[in-house]
């Protein structure tokens, strides 16, 4: 269970980051915040399985945080279509 951030993309409509870290993106690829854009606070949240999220369970979300340094919701899959080669 930790507290997460959630910052909602002004360039994609209905896509969010979080982050466990208030304003850290330091663990977001460069080539991810420029497609997703300044990054604007939506809320904190704990991930404490009591909240419903569209996209995966509290656990699954703070995996991929533990995992990756952040989560990232969209609403298309090719919404963040970010080639890194």
């Known amino acids: 269970m930790i507290w997460c951030y959630i ?3 002004p360039k994609k409509e209905n896509s ?3 982050i466990d870290t208030e ?3 330091s663990k977001v690829p460069d080539v ?3 497609v997703f854009g300044e990054p604007i606070l939506v809320m904190k949240v704990l991930l404490d399985g ?3 999220f569209v996209v ?3 656990q699954d979300i703070e995996d991929k945080i ?3 340094g952040f989560f990232v ?3 298309k899959d090719d919404d963040f279509y970010v080639n890194s080669h």
């Open 7 to 9: 910052y909602r993309s």
């Open 16 to 18: 969010y980051l979080y």
């Open 23 to 25: 304003n850290d993106f």
């Open 32 to 34: 991810l915040m420029n």
């Open 50 to 52: 009591k909240r419903q």
């Open 56 to 58: 995966g369970s509290s």
């Open 66 to 68: 533990k995992q990756d």
């Open 73 to 75: 919701q969209m609403l």
